[in-house]
């Protein structure tokens, strides 16, 4: 599927709305959605150095996270799950499932996975009203998450969630908390802590293994299993938290031009998905009727997991 897109919406962004007579200003996405002021703990989005109640625990999430996500690890997680053999059940049934689970390394949400997936997917369909499979991507976009449950082989969280760097190559400054990869095994291989490591220029990030987590499973499960999402669609869901590359621009020296139209995509949706968290409750009978229509015309019934 080929999409055409207006260059005009990727060059605005976001518009900033001027304070006036000392009232506090809101950033408006292109449609008119409102980016809100703070998170869900009244600080600003992403902020991994404010003292908050989670603060700490979001730290050391990421050192054991960067400590871990080795290139050996990663091959042995792709070598396991690419089976899918863990269960077989619908879209829907994953998404009532996913809202067992919480997000330890998310400093912005201690909601239910759930409400997050309905409230990005809500955000976007107001904006792109005629983009359908970017609001099924925004509803699926984080059920790898299932990786924590018991039926899937119940991973840590540092194996699942937080932000995605390659593997391979040296560790860019940019990624989180980069300060604790120097306990990774591959920080002093003289193999991988080059800039272009096992890789080459432009060699395409689908020739890129990324640290292991939810993002690279949907994608693997969305793939194998057929679905008629477009490539961007697809893009979205493996790279949505590979913040480096499409918040910093890091790594883009092993980008195709493939990856170079996909991300525009993706930096449209992450400000959906980074700013659409909060704590207001989308009515799931409302809208389930839709997202089911957009599951069946886009996934078989069942999927393997």
């Known amino acids: ?3 055409i897109v207006d260059q005009n919406q990727f060059e605005n962004g976001a518009e900033e709305q001027k304070p006036r007579n000392g009232e506090e200003s809101e950033l408006v996405l292109d449609g008119g959605f409102c980016i809100p002021h703070a998170n869900s703990f009244g600080h600003n989005f992403r902020d991994y150095e404010v003292e908050s109640e989670r603060q700490k625990g979001v730290e ?3 050192r054991t996270n960067h400590n871990n996500q080795t290139v050996d690890f990663v091959k042995r997680m792709r070598e396991e799950y690419e089976k899918l053999d863990k269960v077989e059940m619908s879209i829907w049934e994953c998404c009532e499932l996913l809202n067992q689970v919480v997000d ?5 949400l201690d909601e239910p996975q759930i409400e997050h997936l309905l409230q990005t997917a809500e955000a976007i369909r107001k904006d792109y009203p005629d983009q359908d499979w970017l609001h099924l991507t925004a509803l699926i976009h984080d059920l790898g998450k299932v990786l924590l449950h018991p039926s899937f082989g119940e991973l840590p969280q540092w194996a699942v969630v937080g932000d995605t760097f390659p593997v391979g190559c040296a560790f860019d400054k940019s990624v989180v908390h980069n300060k604790y990869f120097v306990e990774n095994p591959d920080y002093n291989n003289s193999i991988y802590n080059t800039e272009y490591g096992i890789y080459s220029e432009h060699c395409g990030l689908d020739n890129v293994m990324m640290s292991w987590g939810h993002d690279d499973y949907m994608y693997l499960v969305a ?3 057929g679905t008629s999402l477009p490539s961007a669609g697809l ?3 493996r790279y949505h ?6 918040r910093s621009e890091a790594y883009k020296h092993l980008m195709n031009e493939e990856d170079v139209d996909n991300l525009k995509w993706l930096q449209i949706f992450n400000k959906y998905d980074l700013y659409s968290k909060s704590n207001v409750r989308v009515n799931v009978g409302n809208v389930k009727p839709y997202y089911q229509s957009l599951i069946e ?6 999927l393997r997991w």
């Not at 330890?104 to 912005?108: I, L, M, N, Q, T």
């Open 60 to 62: 050391n999430f990421y």
């Open 241 to 246: 938290s590979f913040y480096a590359l499409h």
């Open 223 to 225: 793939k194998e299993n």
């Open 235 to 237: 893009f979205i869901i």
């Open 1 to 3: 599927m080929t999409i």
């Open 297 to 302: 015309k886009y996934f078989p019934a069942k």
């Open 104 to 108: 330890e390394s998310d400093p912005d």
